[in-house]
């Protein structure tokens, strides 16, 4: 499967603890994006990398939220001290980035439930 | 920022019927606009879009049109199925070289289609 992959899929933690997802882009893809989901709303922007340059963030990703993306392969989305509002799916997506076009290609996400 | 309202937020049509759902976008820069549909549970998927520089693209059962005008765009789906049931997606961004193309999401319509 040449998509975008993200693991894991689903995650159940405490309160307070630290959790981390993984995402890897499809292999031509130079940009890529986290968003959050959840329930009856569509997906909200994050934060975006060119290669390994972070070059957006929203202000929905608090200070408890870091992405990296150290050598503009796969991508990592940690969420420290997490809270019930984290409660979300959140989906990786890759693009190109080319000239010729921009379209965002999404994963299947990863679920995390904060109990 | 931009802003993208979707309307309706829920649709219900019988088979073989014709559905169109609608979106309104805020910044007149964006110039691409995606269409994405969601199962249950499942990542996006992208099943049509449209740049600035047309006014209509046509996909088989699915058609999309652009009033750049008015900034709204449209999806039409012409013989409507039950496996078209899914909740759908309308998106915005400013996709044009070296821009982020981040994609700004309506709230969803949740089609139901009717045997």
């Known amino acids: 499967d040449t998509g975008v992959s993200q693991n894991p899929r689903h995650k159940i933690t405490k309160r307070g603890q630290n959790v981390t997802f993984r995402c890897d882009p499809i292999?031509?893809?130079?940009?890529l994006y986290w968003y959050r989901q959840t329930l009856g709303q569509g997906p909200e922007f994050l934060t975006y990398?060119?290669?390994?340059?972070?070059?957006?963030k929203s202000r929905l990703l608090s200070d408890r939220f870091s992405a990296e993306r150290p050598k503009g392969s796969f991508s990592t989305l940690e969420i420290q001290r997490t809270e019930q509002g984290d409660s979300a799916m959140y989906l990786c997506?890759?693009?190109?980035?080319?000239?010729?076009?921009?379209?965002?290609?999404f994963g299947e996400g990863s679920w995390l439930t904060v109990v | 920022g931009e802003n993208v309202e979707q309307h309706p937020s829920t649709l219900s049509v019988q088979e073989g019927d014709s559905a169109v759902i609608k979106c309104t976008y805020s910044?007149?820069?964006?110039?691409?606009f995606p269409w994405y549909k969601q199962e249950l549970g499942k990542r996006p998927q992208l099943i049509i879009d449209?740049?600035?520089?047309?006014g209509e693209k046509k996909d088989q059962r699915i058609a999309v049109t652009l009033n750049k005008t008015a900034k709204h765009f449209s999806l039409h789906i012409t013989e409507t199925q039950p496996e078209d049931s899914a909740v759908y997606f309308c998106?915005?961004?400013?996709?044009?070289?070296?821009?982020?193309?981040?994609?700004?999401f309506g709230k969803g319509t949740k089609l139901s289609v009717k045997p």
């Open positions: 998106a915005a961004s400013k996709d044009y070289g070296g821009s982020q193309g981040n994609l700004i």
């Open positions: 990398f060119q290669n390994e340059a972070q070059l957006e």
């Open positions: 910044d007149s820069a964006s110039n691409y």
């Open positions: 449209i740049r600035s520089n047309v």
């Open positions: 292999s031509e893809h130079n940009r």
């Open positions: 997506a890759s693009s190109t980035g080319t000239l010729s076009g921009n379209t965002i290609y």
